[in-house]
């Protein structure tokens, strides 16, 4: 729920659960809510943008359907990178497990 806080306007000060949010988005405040300047659409902007997304990234790989990808590790490959995170062993993660009927 991050991203789409960022969309209204969050700059991740931090404060959410202290009732002070700088922007009025996380404060029951009225002149703090005041300050809110987000706008619905924006949100439904960006959600069709991360929906149109997925389905480019699901067209390259294959698939039409988000229940297509569950259990495909066969799809996915380690990225070789430097540094700590290069030494990290994902053999377990991408193992294939035995499928089962999901009806």
Known sequence: ???PLIVL???MMRVC??????FGIATQDTELRDRFKGKVD????FM???????????ARLGFERLDDMIG????????SVQGKAGKLNL?????????YNRT
Not at 17 to 22: D, E, I, V, Y
Not at 51 to 56: D, K
């Open 91 to 99: 053999d377990k993660i991408l193992k294939s497990l035995p499928t």
């Open 1 to 3: 729920a991050t991203a």
């Open 17 to 22: 659960h202290l009732n002070t949010c700088p």
């Open 42 to 45: 924006d949100v439904i902007n």
């Open 72 to 79: 495909r590790v066969d799809k996915l490959r380690q990225k």
């Open 48 to 58: 069709y943008f991360i929906a149109e997304e997925l389905r480019e990234y699901m």
């Open 9 to 11: 306007g969050c700059t």
